[in-house]
T-cell receptor
Framework: DTGVSQDPRHKITKRGQNVTFRCDPI?????LYWYRQTLGQGPEFLTY????????KSRLLSDRFSAERPKGSFSTLEIQRTEQGDSAMYLC???????????????FGPGTRLTVL | GENVEQHPSTLSVQEGDSAVIKCTYS??????FPWYKQELGKRPQLIID?????GEKKDQRIAVTLNKTAKHFSLHITETQPEDSAVYFC????????????FGGGTRVLVKP
């Protein structure tokens, strides 16, 4: 499968625990985005990377959230001291931007569904 | 920042009829407008997109129109089929904002056989 993959697909954790999710983008895509989707809503932007550089973080991303893309390939999203309000689907998307005027479609992964008890 | 409004939130149509979903956006700098289809428990899938230098784009039974002056865009699905039943999301983005997508609230489409 050459699409975007995410692991795990489901995660159940207790409040206060730390969790980490992984996203593998489409090979050679230089942009990687994280979004959060709650039931019945559209995805909301969290953060994005171009290669290994994290270029923007949403105000939704509190200091308990951290994301990395160490080698410009896969990315991880960690949530520390989880809260019940963190329960959501965490979606990753990748795209390939060519040059300064590029606008390329984003391809989404299947998501990681987080449930915080 | 960008704000995208989407209407209606639910849409029920008879098989074979047309479905229209409308979105408005607030940031005049937005220049890319994709539409995603999301089936229950699955990833959003891009079905069509339009860039701000065109007013209309068509792909088989689906079409999208864009009115930059009014800052609204619409998705049209003709000859609907039961497999068109899903949640549809519009989105907007622009290059200066890193092409991050701002999504509308979604439209749940039910096609009745």
């Amino acid at each position: 499968d050459t699409g975007v993959s995410q692991d795990p697909r489901h995660k159940i954790t207790k409040r206060g625990q730390n969790v980490t999710f992984r996203c593998d983008p489409i090979s050679e895509h230089n942009r990687l985005y994280w979004y959060r989707q709650t039931l019945g809503q559209g995805p909301e932007f969290l953060t994005y990377f171009q290669n290994e550089a994290q270029l923007e973080k949403s105000r939704l991303l509190s200091d308990r959230f951290s994301a990395e893309r160490p080698k410009g390939s896969f990315s991880t999203l960690e949530i520390q001291r989880t809260e019940q309000g963190d329960s959501a689907m965490y979606l990753c998307a990748s795209s390939h931007i060519r040059g300064l005027a590029g606008v390329d479609e984003q391809f989404f992964g299947p998501g990681t569904r987080l449930t915080v008890l | 920042g960008e704000n995208v409004e989407q209407h209606p939130s639910t849409l029920s149509v008879q098989e074979g009829d047309s479905a229209v979903i409308k979105c408005t956006y607030s940031d005049s700098a937005s220049n890319y407008f994709p539409w995603y289809k999301q089936e229950l428990g699955k990833r959003p899938q891009l079905i069509i997109d339009i860039r701000s230098n065109v007013g209309e784009k068509k792909d088989q039974r689906i079409a999208v129109t864009l009115n930059k002056t009014a800052k609204h865009f619409s998705l049209h699905i003709t000859e609907t089929q039961p497999e068109d039943s899903a949640v549809y999301f519009c989105a907007a983005s622009h290059q200066a904002a890193g092409n991050k997508l701002t999504f509308g609230g979604g439209t749940r489409v039910l096609v009745k056989p």
